[in-house]
């Protein structure tokens, strides 16, 4: 008899937030590549053109099938969050967000479980920043795990445990599974290239994020500022049509116009070509949020200073920079990071040690290990 594993994967098939599609599919191809002897890797997918569902059978070779939904991504959401029939079915599933059916199963008797994912918690601690839609989309989603979840999976050891205030009847259900860089994140050959069709410069130091004040971005070009570096700064992921909002925040820095490089969110192959002309990425923010540009920075060894979080101590250990939340702490820090190039390298070899760590593969493992304990 076949254990199939069902995962959700809602946003590779209609994505809405980059990392969270590259997360789910990378996770669905480590679990097909480490399925135990005698199972298999089922993907569930929303209502979508029968050509994309053959484009993601191409793009997800190891799943042994694809279940596809009558409904399109947005009412399946809607129906998710009442609790209604969605036609996605039993059995155990596993999603890498918080989009699953959590209703009322029974684990024991029909062995159907379901395991949910956290990776931030921005609609509670900054809800503000997102649509109203979407904060309470999230709030009620975190409501059904608590009744219905078997297991939700954060990423971090410091994010499970304040997980406890926002919702304490989940108890010893809550499960750390940390994500990792794509796999094969390397800087590609055609680096120059790419880079000059961006149109970034050499050199300069990598900011992600928007003008949200948990983004931290003000801080981080205060601190650049501080620092006393003339040096670009690039800010990659940055919302569409944020660019003014992001210049006004440099300008009241004291950034120089001719520093400042918006782009918004790259593919994979890009932001790796970007990273390959970072001399450092400043991580600022102190959201309980799961830090993918700081996790692909390490992967590639470019050195790191980010502000003082728990999530920053646990991710980051000894691989990088960890300063207080204060424009001339990191500004000092950055200066000393780049105050030689003895300096640099050392930071580089710490980041590329902790970069070894995360990898999707450990990350399949333990899910694995986590349907096999429940």
Known sequence: MVATLRVVLDQVAAPTEPDLATASRELALALAVGAPAGCEVEGIIPGVPAARVDELAGELPGLARLHKVALARRELSAALQLGVATGIGAGMIHSPTLFAPLVKHDRVHDNDQTVVTLWDFRAWEAPDELSRTAAGWQRAMLKRAVKHADALVVPT??????????????????????????SGFAVPSDEVGRRRILDVPEGFVLLSGGSAASDGLSLAFSAVVRSGLDLPVLVIDAPEGEEPALAELASAAGLPERNLHVRGPLDSADRAAVFGAAVALVAPSVLSAFPWRVVEALALGVPVIAAQSPVHRETIVDGGLLVEADAS????????????????DRLAVLAGDRGRVFSWRAAADRVWSLHADL
């Open 157 to 182: 050891h410091s994010m499970a445990a304040s997980l406890e205030d926002l919702a304490p009847r989940l108890g010893d259900r809550v499960r750390v599974i940390a994500g990792a860089a794509p």
């Open 329 to 344: 702490a990191l500004g000092s820090a950055l200066a000393d990071a780049l105050g030689s190039t003895a300096s640099a």
